[in-house]
């Protein structure tokens, strides 16, 4: 169930899948509620509703209603709840809460969330042929010699960027909680050392005004790379020497995944679920959020003990395996059966005449 035109209609085509297209008008849409209530009532199968984002949960919640399909409601951002009512209308209605770390389900507990309620399953990715092909996507692989001196060669001629130089890049919205703030903060301090290092930001977002002023002010306009969305950030994950994740709130970081998967040696922050993906000095190196020294610092022992780097990326790829598409769905099927057996054990609602 997805908006008409968007990213989503286009890839849920792409993979053959069917669509409902809702109008989605508002975030308690009575229509768009009605129109998915009917369509579950009229699928070939038992329906259940997953929603994926919190303006969703509210429309799975109130299809669900009065007798309707289950619904399970994905939570992947380490944001307190809105209020008493957001948790209670749309979370505690729901018939499980998807955590995708052990971070965002202690917060949602903290707010009163009852952990019976809550499953933490994390994000997943292809992480062989076999898993990527059934996600009809690229495997993503760390570059052989050959491949990531093309790579570098192809951007630095499209980007005017030195291929011989050291270069880091973020992959990220440029929204607030990725602080990328940070990022330039701590491309600042590292360019004293290193002048000739490269900074990629990659992604698009409504901060990139305000970043592209801050790099001015901070005098590193000249080494920052501003690349806006990329359909395929892999090739900068397969480029660059270090990966650094500058977020103060993550609720997974998902994109570690992808920089673990393409073999990238990672300096992050231990934002929100960030340290249930890497673990500090095992799979990347860790810092405290908002500290740009500190991530400037790691980020420069990365480039100065390359073996450190190689030794961390071949660890980090070694622990992908807990976050295969197979677990993942293997985790998300049991939560499915487990909430639908909980529907059909439920007392039945008294008829309007009984109440």
Request: glycine letters at 8%; charged letters at 25%.
């Amino acid at each position: 169930m997805c908006r008409r035109g968007g990213a989503l209609e286009r890839e849920a085509a792409r993979l053959g899948l069917e669509r409902l297209r809702l109008p989605f008008l508002i975030e308690w849409d009575p229509v768009s509620a009605v129109l998915l209530r009917q369509a579950c009532e009229l699928a070939r199968r038992p329906a259940l509703l997953h929603a994926h984002t919190g303006h969703t949960a509210a429309l799975a919640v109130l299809a669900s209603k009065a007798g309707g399909p289950p619904c399970v409601v994905h939570r992947r951002v380490d944001f307190a709840l809105s209020g008493p009512l957001s948790r209670r209308l749309k979370y505690q209605a729901a018939g499980r809460v998807v955590a995708v770390s052990g971070a965002i389900a202690r917060l949602l507990e903290g707010q009163g969330l009852p952990p019976a309620k809550i499953a933490v399953v994390p994000d997943a990715l292809p992480i062989d042929a076999a898993e990527s092909a059934v996600a009809g996507v690229e495997r993503l692989s760390e570059a052989t010699g050959a491949e990531r001196r093309a790579l570098r060669a192809r951007l630095a001629g499209e980007w005017r960027a030195d291929p011989e130089a050291a270069w880091v890049g973020n992959v990220a919205a440029l929204v607030g909680h990725k602080d990328q703030a940070n990022f330039l903060k701590a491309a600042a301090a590292l360019l004293k050392r290193r002048p000739r290092a490269v900074f990629w930001v990659v992604g698009e977002g409504p901060l990139r005004r305000d970043l592209e002023s801050l790099a001015r002010r901070l005098g590193i306009a000249a080494a920052v790379r501003f690349t806006g969305h990329q359909a395929r950030p892999q090739d900068w994950l397969r480029s660059i020497d270090v990966f650094a994740l500058s977020s103060w709130g993550e609720g997974m970081g998902s994109v570690l995944l992808e920089a673990l998967a393409c073999g990238t040696p990672i300096a992050a922050t231990n934002a929100g679920g960030v340290p249930e993906v890497v673990e500090d000095d095992r799979t990347a190196l860790l810092v405290p959020t908002r500290d740009a020294d500190a991530l400037a610092g790691a980020i420069g022992r990365l480039l100065s003990e390359p073996a450190l780097g190689r030794r961390l990326a071949a660890a980090g790829r070694a622990s992908l395996e807990r976050f295969s598409l197979s677990r993942h769905a293997d985790a998300i099927e049991r939560l499915y059966e487990a909430v639908v057996a909980e529907r059909r054990e439920a007392p039945a609602a008294p008829h309007p005449s009984e109440a």
